[in-house]
Each structure stands twice: as structure tokens, then as C-alpha cells.
């Protein structure tokens, strides 16, 4: 009895160690059937859905191919091939994300680019993080999804080639999340700074007049604001 239910255990972890190895080829065929319509396609909506369905087939794959083997080891067949072939490919993410007008579809695109980034597959490529997190926080901001908006703003901020447009858009996010009087303290405190650092940024200047008009300010102030910066520092002293 015992005899047949080990025989019967080891008879399903065989199988199922077959049964990813062949869901793996069964996988990896599919991905290469996507990456053989690339060349031929010639429709830019059907390319960037092609690139994105060609970036997930090859992370199922992965995740099948790199399930252990009847003996308990992880031999992975295709990664090697897959992270050439398809992380050059990933990239066009982000090409995708840009040319969508749908900004549902472009964040999603954008989303997918950022998420693979610490996958094996893709870890070794070499990644933009920073404008995909910045163009999916513009995308976010115009749909009115703020939160969604900050954090990818802030993850544009890490780069420092997006650090100073990220932090326009960040400041725009403080603005519209902004409910109690300790956010306005601090949204109006860290406009101040941005502005210190970027006196010639319009838009700064722009939200510091609106923030000061909205505090009900005298109009002697208002015209101060407008013509002597200076006079910024000298309303925090003032706690208004």
C-alpha cells in the first residue's frame, strides 16, 4: 500500500515537473509566433499591443520555465534567448505608452515597462525609468488620478534626468490632494523651496499668487507678491 502511494506521489511531481516543461515550450513557441508578426505589421496601435502581449508571454514563460525539474533544480531553457530577444523589444513600452491617445491604454503600457524592471529577463537591460514614471504621472494627472499621479512623480524624481519636471508635476499633485491646513503648510513650504531653486519657472510663481490670493490677503501684499519675491520669505514670518 505504501509502496503504491509513494509510487503514486512520485508519479505526480514527475508529472507535473513535465507538465511545466512542456506548458514552458507550449509558451515560448507562442512568443515567438508574436515576435515573428513584428516585422510585417504595419498598423502602430497593433505593434505597441503586439510588444505588450510579446513582454508578458515572455515573463509566463519564465515563470514556467523556471519551475524545478523532477530532481528539485531550476534549469531555465529560454531565458537566455528571451532576455535578448524581448529586452530589446521593452523599450518600445514606453514609444507605445507616448503614442496612445487613450491615456488608459498608455498608462498601462507604462505600467508594464516600469514593473518588469527587476525581472530577470530584464534586469540586466538598460532602463528609463524616469521618463516612463514621468509620462504615466502627466497621463495620471490628466485623468485626474492624483495619487497615482504623485507616486510616479516621485519615482521620476529618483532620475536626474526627470528630477526637475517631476517635481513640477509633484508640486501640481500636492496642490489638488491638498484637504487639511497641515498639507497647505507643507504643499506652500515646498513650493517656496522649488521656487528658490527655479526662479525663472512661471509656473511656481503662478501657484505661489494663487495660494497667497486664496489666504485673503490685503491687496498691498497681492502687488508686493507679484513685483518683489523677496517679500515670499517675509509672509512665512508672518504665519500667513
Known sequence: MIMMFLS????????????????????????????????????STYYYSLIEKIVE???E???LDC?????????????????SVVGKLR????????????????LALLQLYIDTQHHPLFDKSKQEIGLAALCAGKMAYGIKDYSKAERMADLALQHI??????????IYC??????????????????LALHEKDRSNQNYVELIIQ???????????????????????ATRCFGL
Not at 500636492?174 to 513650493?191: G, H, P, R
Open 211 to 233: 495660494y497667497y490670493s486664496t489666504r485673503v490677503l490685503p491687496m498691498n501684499w497681492l502687488i508686493l507678491l507679484t513685483t518683489n519675491w523677496k517679500t515670499l520669505r
Open 67 to 83: 519551475q524545478p525539474n523532477a530532481k528539485g533544480k531550476v534549469k531555465p531553457r529560454y531565458r537566455h534567448t528571451n532576455s
Open 61 to 63: 514563460c519564465d515563470s
Open 8 to 43: 503514486c506521489c512520485v508519479g505526480s511531481i514527475w508529472g507535473d515537473n513535465v507538465n511545466h516543461a512542456a506548458q514552458a515550450d507550449k509558451a515560448n513557441r507562442e512568443l515567438q509566433l508574436l515576435v515573428a508578426k513584428l516585422p510585417v505589421c504595419r498598423d
Open 91 to 106: 523599450r518600445k513600452l514606453v514609444d507605445g505608452g507616448i503614442y496612445y491617445q487613450d491615456p488608459v491604454r498608455g
Open 174 to 191: 500636492m496642490k489638488m490632494l491638498m484637504k487639511t491646513e497641515k498639507d497647505a503648510v507643507i504643499y506652500i513650504n515646498s513650493l
Open 57 to 59: 508571454k515572455s515573463i
Open 161 to 170: 534626468e526627470t528630477a526637475k519636471d517631476a517635481a513640477q508635476l509633484k
